[in-house]
């Protein structure tokens, strides 16, 4: 399983929701492998840090090659894939060779914008593959009207949203001065259910998909 994390638009969270997600999984006895692709390098330094991110296995590859190394890894279980926040090639093969986009977007009419160009790249595939994906909201407010205006906005256009939001938590940011997630400093906090109700959900998703197939 090869999940690609990406969206045009920089600054909506792919980093901060690709590592909290891979520690997760970690956490609850998988195997992930997280391939930084993205330029800024964001995942390989939070592995360089202190708590080096409680020792999943992180590799460093943002050439076009990344979704070949992508392919590679996933023979030994799942495959996360942080990608840069702007079109390349890089982006573009990372999200071919996704078995699952997770699509981050922040509750604002400017990121929704980006966020579309990413799900057209999706949907205008030459190969005709449409990858399955979902779109998940990041720093938002929690009850905050923006947020539930693009929630319906997206709903109303047909693209899937996942429930559990990532709220806007000095948690995430807190967490990254040891190269940490919420889920290695303090298990049952609000950040780090928060983060198992999304792997919760696309445990579901997968899940039922693959059952179907």
Not at 105 to 131: A, Q, Y
Not at 155 to 163: D, M, Q, R, S, Y
Not at 182 to 189: E, R
Request: with cysteine; net charge neutral.
């Amino acid at each position: 399983m090869i999940i690609t994390v990406a969206t045009m638009k920089g600054g909506s969270g792919k980093s901060t929701l690709a590592s909290c997600l891979a520690v997760h999984w970690h956490l609850t006895g998988r195997r992930p492998t997280l391939i930084d692709a993205d330029p800024q390098r964001s995942i390989m330094r939070l592995a360089a840090r202190e708590r080096g991110l409680g020792g999943v296995a992180v590799v460093e590859d943002a050439s076009e090659d990344a979704s070949k190394t992508a392919r590679r890894l996933a023979a030994g279980g799942p495959v996360i894939i942080d990608t840069p926040g702007f079109r390349s090639k890089t982006t573009l093969e990372c999200l071919a060779a996704a078995d699952f986009v997770l699509v981050p977007v922040k509750p604002s009419p400017f990121d929704v914008d980006r966020m579309l160009d990413t799900l057209n790249i999706l949907i205008d595939r030459p190969d005709g593959r449409r990858p399955l994906f979902r779109c998940l909201l990041t720093q938002t407010t929690r009850d905050s009207v923006i947020a539930r205006h693009i929630r319906t906005e997206l709903g109303e256009a047909g693209l899937p949203v996942l429930t559990t939001e990532m709220n806007n938590r000095v948690a995430y940011p807190e967490a990254t001065l040891w190269g940490a997630t919420p889920s290695l400093i303090i298990w049952k906090g609000p950040a780090a259910r928060e983060i198992a109700a999304i792997a919760d959900e696309l445990d579901a998703v997968l899940g039922a998909t693959q059952a179907a197939a």
